[in-house]
């Protein structure tokens, strides 16, 4: 009897356990750590945020975050007058970004996204907020 009642109750149990349902890579706001410019011949140009102590750069760029939703991409940056942010259309296919804007998506993890941009790529190293 006690096996009867330890098995219908781990079958309601089993019956009550939610749906897991898959989440968006990156979701939610991300800092541009630095990002990195690869020219077609392969040449890559690394831009870190004003003030950096990283070494080893091309360049400085304005900090910069990136904002994720379902559809939409929100660019920030801090400006001298504080900061101003623009969207783009997201489009996602299996819960994965897979192009901003008008430009496809060359990779995607959840520490980076890259997008060409004519016949470079634009990658943005990311630490979630």
Not at 9 to 29: F, H, Q, R, W, Y
Not at 96 to 110: I, N, Q, T
């Amino acid at each position: 009897m006690k096996r009867v009642i330890f098995f219908f109750s781990a079958l309601v149990m089993m019956s009550c356990e939610k749906e897991i349902t898959p989440s968006n890579l990156l979701d939610g706001t991300y800092t541009v750590s630095y990002k990195v410019i690869i020219e077609p011949d392969g040449t890559e140009k690394i831009y870190a945020p004003i003030g950096s102590s990283m070494s080893g750069i091309t360049g400085w760029m304005s900090e910069t975050k990136l904002i994720f939703t379902d559809n939409s991409l929100g660019i920030s940056q801090l400006c001298n007058e504080g900061w101003n942010t623009g969207y783009v259309k997201l489009e996602r296919a299996n819960y994965k970004p897979v192009r901003v804007g008008c430009h496809p998506v060359e990779s995607v993890d959840e520490t980076q996204i890259s997008w060409y941009q004519d016949d470079i790529i634009i990658r943005h190293i990311l630490i979630k907020d």
